[in-house]
C-alpha cells in the first residue's frame, strides 16, 4: 500500500505524443472527451477526489509535447505518487515503449512507484483504414491480453483500456483505479486487475 505524505496526490502521465494522454486528462477534468485532436497544453488539472471518506488533493501532470526534446518527464516525476503510463492500441511503437523508455525513466527518477497502465483509442481498433494502415506496415493492433501481460510484466498495478465512447465513465474508472492502487484490498499477487471499457 502507498503511504501518502498527506492529503495531496500527484499523479503524472506519460506516454508518447499522440496516444490520447491529454485527452484522456481533459475527459478527466470536463467529463467530456474531446472530438479532435488535443495538443498537449493541458499539463496540469487540480481537482478534488474522495476515498474511504476522506478528501484528497489530486493534482494530474501531463508532459507537453513542446518539452520532448528536453524529456520534459524527468522533471514532473519527482514526487509522484502515482504514475499513469499510456499507449495507443494503434501504434505498436507506443506500446513498445511503454517498457523500454516509460518504465526506465519512472523506475530511475522513482524507484518502486504504484503504475497504472493504459491503452487508449481502443475505439480504432475496429476501422478498417487503421487496420489496412498497421497491416501494409507489417503491423496490428495490441490486444486487450498482449495489454494485460504488459501489466504484469512491468509491475503495473493496475490496467485499464479506454476510448472516446466510454466518456461519461472514465472519471470514475481512474478514480477507482487510483483509489485500489493507493487502498489495495488484497496482496500484489491479486492486486492486478483488468478494465476492458
Avoid at 50 to 69: A, I, P, W
Avoid at 110 to 120: A, K, R
Avoid at 140 to 168: D, N, Q, T, V, Y
Wanted: charged share 20%.
Amino acid at each position: 500500500m502507498v503511504v501518502l505524505r498527506s492529503d495531496f496526490i500527484k499523479c503524472v502521465v506519460l506516454g508518447d505524443d499522440s496516444v490520447g494522454k491529454t485527452s484522456l486528462l481533459v475527459n478527466y477534468a470536463t467529463n467530456r472527451f474531446p472530438t479532435t485532436h488535443v495538443p498537449s497544453v493541458f499539463d496540469n488539472y487540480a481537482g478534488t477526489l474522495e476515498m474511504s471518506g476522506k478528501k484528497y488533493h489530486l493534482q494530474l501532470l501531463d508532459t507537453l509535447e513542446e518539452d520532448k526534446e528536453q524529456d520534459n518527464s524527468t522533471h514532473i516525476l519527482p514526487g509522484a505518487d502515482i504514475v499513469v503510463v499510456c499507449y495507443s492500441v494503434v501504434q505498436p511503437t507506443s506500446f513498445s515503449n511503454v517498457e523500454s523508455k516509460w518504465i526506465p525513466t519512472v523506475r530511475r527518477c522513482l524507484g518502486e512507484v504504484p503504475i497504472i497502465l493504459v491503452g487508449t483509442q481502443t475505439d480504432l481498433r475496429l476501422d478498417c483504414s487503421v487496420q489496412t494502415s498497421l497491416h501494409q506496415n507489417g503491423l496490428k493492433c495490441i490486444s486487450s491480453i498482449e495489454g494485460f501481460h504488459m501489466a504484469r510484466k512491468i509491475g503495473a498495478s493496475r490496467f485499464f483500456e479506454s476510448s472516446p465512447e466510454l466518456e461519461k465513465r472514465m472519471k470514475r474508472v481512474l478514480n477507482k483505479a487510483i483509489g485500489t492502487v493507493l487502498h489495495p484490498r488484497d496482496g500484489l499477487s491479486e492486486a492486478l486487475s483488468c478494465a476492458i471499457l
